[in-house]
């Protein structure tokens, strides 16, 4: 039997935290709701910008990988193999394209007869695909690269530019030298014009 000083409450009304009958009951106010939806819109507008330029920049690392692999596997290929390889933007059913564009993808491929083109007997050791939102384009005149058995690149360095919507100032490039060393550097002084993505 409990004690005659316990008793249940005399109305339905259930008591709160602290004794506070209201605040079960209580939902956020108007100032609240306010307060609530400004700091989402501070915290949407700061990560959103901050979200996609951290995909730009993993677009373009993945890609300038990609290449810088496929670069090093075809002067591999020319030093074991004692033939000229080639990489160059296009495909093997349509062949090397003209334009120093390689944002569609390119291959490589071992150029047996030496015309930096790829013919049907000639193997392809790799083909890559593009990336949606990249331009990727080789310096003037050197739309494609080929190693010599001794691993040399002949001619000038050649330079293959990566760039996005963020403009030059984000600009990367892979260098090639003529002794066919690859390196990647920045490229800020990128002309605008070879970025048809950037916004700026």
């Not at 090639?176 to 605008?192: C, W, Y």
Request: hydrophobic share 35%.
């Amino acid at each position: 039997m409990l004690p005659t000083w316990f008793s249940k409450p005399t109305d339905s009304t259930t008591i709160g935290h602290f004794g506070d009958p209201s605040a079960s009951q209580r939902g956020f106010t108007v100032l609240e709701a306010l307060i609530t939806l400004a700091i989402a819109a501070v915290l949407l507008v700061t990560g959103v910008p901050a979200l996609q330029d951290f995909g730009a920049r993993q677009r373009m690392s993945a890609a300038m990988h990609a290449l810088h692999g496929q670069l090093a596997l075809a002067r591999d290929t020319a030093i074991r193999q004692a033939v000229t390889s080639v990489a160059c933007p296009g495909r093997p059913e349509i062949g090397c394209l003209t334009d120093s564009d390689w944002s569609g993808g390119w291959f490589v491929f071992s150029d047996f007869n030496g015309d930096r083109a790829h013919q049907p007997a000639e193997p392809v050791h790799r083909v890559e695909p593009g990336l949606e939102h990249l331009t990727i384009r080789s310096s003037n005149g050197r739309p494609t690269l080929r190693f010599l058995p001794d691993g040399s690149a002949p001619g000038s360095n050649g330079s293959i530019t990566f760039c996005d919507h963020r403009g030059p100032p984000k600009a990367r490039k892979l260098v090639v030298s003529n002794t066919g060393r690859i390196r990647r550097e920045p490229a800020p002084g990128t002309d605008p014009e070879a970025c048809p993505y950037s916004t700026g």
